[in-house]
């Protein structure tokens, strides 16, 4: 392994991904984080992204405190695709040194990330759940939840740079906090016949995409829902609460509902006020996607199910009876 | 077509508990099985085989009894299996690991021959990480397919495939030459029930090792003192005390769970 003079590193960058033209909302939270650590380590928060046409993306990161945009604009880089993203991103990170880079645990985020780490030599943590930095050496601490959320450990990266992360939607909050932000265009060379891959077809699957971590409130259903067409239980309580709805990974696997309203190891990490889990057994993987909740409700027919081990308030029944008249009753009370 | 799959064996995991005294896994009588994920890559590399011709090779980085990993590779229809085993690789991070691997697949192509199709799980239910696979493939200089839901085609004369792959909250269709490399998802396909000549062929084909003294592998990138990611500590998470079981009607319990939050939908604006 190559020691490098990390010295040369400064400065705390973010990975603005976007699709569509809108900033995907991992991207403002990380800003967020990024801004924290950067005040650690007495150096600047900056965003970077590739693209075709992103430059006006400045004001909305400006918003949430990036301090320098740094942009390579080309029109072949116009959709994500692994290796011309990857390329022209190791270039700016090549040319400019940050100290850290930060990237959501996105699908693209994930696919990026692994491949941009590999090229630099750079160390890279998965999943980060907590970003700090070590007041003695400045290392930035990383930690993550491995074997299904039961064990965590904490990384660092004591000789190479950029540290480099993947960190969970949801996990940090955005918060504004406004700049104007100096953007600093660069140039990356690349025409379309160097790009081997080609996107044929790109099909939504009509589900809107769900930020799980906006709601102060969730109502989440399980397998024991029963049928898909009970989901709309969960949606009718969630409407009383002003939330929103969501499922655990079978209910998804049974086809019932979208990936993108799925809590726990494989889908979103939440950390709402309250949250309601119906007919949700309490696996690992969910509950590591959950259990920071301020206030969790849990209602299984099985008094063993391990949900109740972590749940503020246990309810021993049947969702399909419990959520309407919970629906109802709140209404009454809510509407007052 | 000639296939390699990079597969790991891992505990499974839903059968590791933790043991809160000390604060480790407890893996005692865990059995040991092929990430779920990279089962999927096995069977897609056979199906393909099965349609195209050709073989499938695996290779498994891990410690001696990882073999019992490859000989069930080799009942799912593999041809021929690689262990990479070695102390030289212990405790490597996924930068260093896709190093050994990639090693390792020089020395199967230089065995069997040149590949077509890399595959790999998309993470392993371990780690967790999905880095390995992208680690190979950057390593490899081939184009990157992950999250592979369907193989739509495959034009061995073009030397091309078309994958279906996940986004969020959609799917896109990739095509890209081969070689390539693709890391798959669950639902990519079904893990088939074995036919008994795989299982008489598992029996009598040998696990090919490869270490440090029969690869060209440079021990000066794997292992732990060569990984830039190092454990600072691992720990257990904080247990969530087991709450208030409410009892009593269905009028009682709603009444009773609707004072206990009353005061946060109150912070909330809700009331």
């Not at chain 2, 990519?188 to 000549?197: D, M």
């Not at chain 2, 598992?202 to 440090?212: G, M, Q």
Request: proline content about 5%; glycine content about 8%; hydrophobic content about 40%.
């Amino acid at each position: 392994m190559i020691k490098q003079d990390i010295k040369q590193y400064k400065n705390v960058w973010v990975f603005i991904e976007h699709n569509d033209g809108k900033i995907e909302r991992v991207s403002l939270e990380l800003l967020s984080k990024g801004a924290e650590l950067a005040k650690d380590l007495n150096c600047e928060v900056c965003a970077f992204t590739v693209g075709d046409k992103v430059e006006h993306f400045a004001k909305e990161v400006g918003e949430y405190g990036a301090k320098k945009f740094y942009i390579i604009e080309n029109s072949v880089l116009k959709e994500y695709r692994t290796e011309p993203w990857r390329n022209a991103i190791v270039y700016l990170i090549d040319k400019y040194k940050p100290e850290v880079a930060l990237i959501g645990a996105t699908t693209l985020g994930r696919d990026l990330a692994g491949t941009v780490a590999t090229k630099l030599s750079a160390g890279l943590t998965a999943d980060t759940t907590a970003l700090d930095i070590d007041p003695s050496n400045k290392n930035l601490l990383m930690t993550r939840p491995t074997f299904g959320g039961n064990l965590m450990a904490t990384i660092f990266c004591p000789d190479n740079r950029p540290q480099m992360s993947t960190v969970r939607p949801g996990v940090f909050k955005a918060v504004k906090n406004q700049t104007t932000p100096e953007v600093i265009k660069d140039k990356y060379d690349i025409t379309e016949d160097q790009v081997v891959k080609k996107i044929i077809e790109k099909v939504q699957t009509g589900e809107e995409k769900v930020n799980l971590s906006f709601y102060e409130v969730i109502v989440s259903g399980g397998k024991g829902m029963g049928k898909k067409e009970n989901l709309k239980l969960l949606e009718d309580l969630a409407n009383v609460l002003s939330g929103t709805w969501a499922v655990s990974r079978k209910v998804v696997q049974a086809g019932w509902a979208p990936q993108s309203r799925q809590v726990g190891q494989t889908g979103q990490t939440v950390h709402p006020k309250i949250y309601i889990a119906a007919g949700i057994s309490g696996a690992v993987q969910h509950v590591a996607g959950m259990k920071s909740s301020d206030i969790i409700i849990a209602i299984n027919t099985d008094p063993q199910a391990p949900i109740f081990e972590v749940a503020t308030y246990g309810i021993v029944g049947d969702c399909l009876q419990i959520l309407p008249k919970m629906a109802e009753m709140f209404k009454q009370k809510l509407v007052k | 077509m000639h296939s390699l799959v990079f597969i790991k064996q891992v505990p499974d995991a839903a059968q590791v508990r933790v043991d809160y005294e000390t604060g480790t896994l407890i893996r005692e009588g865990v059995p040991a099985i092929i990430n779920p994920f990279d089962t999927h890559a096995i069977e897609a590399a056979v199906q393909i085989k099965d349609k195209f011709g050709g073989s499938v090779s695996v290779l498994c980085m891990g410690p001696p009894m990882a073999d019992e990993a490859l000989k069930k590779a080799l009942a799912m229809g593999a041809d021929n299996v690689f262990l990479l085993s070695d102390r030289v690789f212990a405790g490597s991070d996924t930068l260093a690991t896709s190093y050994a691997l990639w090693a390792g697949a020089q020395k199967v192509i230089q065995e069997i021959g040149p590949v077509d199709i890399f595959w790999a799980g998309k993470q392993a239910i371990d780690g967790d990480t999905a880095q390995t696979g992208p680690g190979i493939a950057t390593r490899l200089d081939v184009p990157l397919v992950t999250y592979a839901v369907e193989v739509k085609e495959v034009d061995p004369s073009a030397k091309k495939i078309k994958i279906v792959r996940l986004l969020e909250g959609g799917t896109e269709t990739i095509e890209v030459p081969m070689p390539c490399m693709i890391t798959t998802e669950e639902t990519l396909n079904h893990i088939r029930f074995a036919p008994l000549s795989y299982l008489i062929k598992a029996a009598k084909t040998p696990v090919v090792l490869l270490n440090s003294s029969n690869t060209t592998i440079d021990a000066s990138q794997c292992g732990l003192k060569n990984s830039p990611t190092k454990v600072k500590k691992a720990f257990t998470p904080p247990k969530r005390e087991r709450g208030e079981m409410i009892e009593g009607s269905l009028d009682e319990i709603i009444s009773a769970v609707y004072e206990k939050i009353e005061p946060m939908l109150k912070q909330l604006g809700r009331v």
